[in-house]
């Protein structure tokens, strides 16, 4: 079983940045894959970005250049660094952590981009 802490969320204006962090409670260099999805009220859970145990990174095109992904493997932690935050990056951000055993969901942090 994982257990992932999310931190780092707050209100920023449009233009701004936010760094996220998700704590794991594993070695994430044995994940199948760990990263991020955002649900904004009222639409459903979409994926923006994850780091697979390989070390590859895919990020959803909506947020492609603006967002990155890195992990720190000494803190067995996966940030998500944003920039040119638009309004419609708005959501709740919930870090993802795939495992051989299931997946594994944190309890969300809360983004608001509004002047």
């Known amino acids: 079983q994982v257990q992932l802490v999310e931190s780092g969320g707050g209100l920023v204006q449009p233009g701004g940045s936010l760094r996220l962090s998700c704590a794991a409670s594993?070695?994430?260099?044995?994940?199948?894959?760990i990263g991020w999805y955002r649900q904004a009220p009222g639409k459903e859970r979409e994926f923006v970005g994850a780091i697979n145990v390989g070390g590859r990174i895919d990020t959803a095109d909506s947020v492609k250049g603006r967002f990155a992904i890195f992990r720190d493997g000494s803190k067995n932690t996966v940030y998500l660094q944003m920039n040119s935050l638009k309004p419609e990056d708005t959501a709740a951000y919930y870090c993802?952590?795939?495992?051989?055993?299931?997946?594994?969901w944190g309890q969300g942090t809360q983004v608001t981009v509004s002047s």
């Open positions: 993802r952590a795939n495992i051989p055993s299931g997946v594994y």
């Open positions: 594993g070695n994430i260099f044995e994940f199948n894959a």
